[in-house]
Nanobody, 115 residues
């Protein structure tokens, strides 16, 4: 049984910062990549950023230069540092883990950016 537990969401003013964490637990033999998706009300879930086990990162254009993903492979934990937040960053943020056989998702954490 694999679980992803997110933390760090909340309410912040525009221009502020938040740091999200996602810890994976359970029977995890190999991880290809971990990342973050987000879903705003009435919209589809979109990729924000991802990081491979080798450290290669990928960012959505809308967050480049503002968000930074990092990973602790030994702890199967991924972090998302979000700076210069904008109201359009408001969404539920989901942690994602890709293994050779399965995809896993966290329960989501709300990020709300007020103007």
């Amino acid at each position: 049984q694999v679980q992803l537990v997110e933390s760090g969401g909340g309410l912040v003013q525009a221009g502020g910062s938040l740091r999200l964490s996602c810890a994976a637990s359970g029977s995890i033999s190999s991880v290809n990549a971990m990342g973050w998706y987000r879903q705003a009300p009435g919209k589809q879930r979109d990729l924000v950023t991802s990081i491979t086990s080798g450290g290669r990162t990928n960012y959505a254009d809308s967050v480049k230069g503002r968000f930074t993903i990092s990973r602790d492979n030994a702890k199967n934990t991924v972090y998302l540092q979000m700076n210069s937040l904008k109201p359009e960053d408001t969404a539920v943020y989901y942690c994602h883990m890709l293994t050779p056989r399965y995809d896993y998702w966290g329960q989501g954490t709300q990020v709300t950016v007020s103007s």
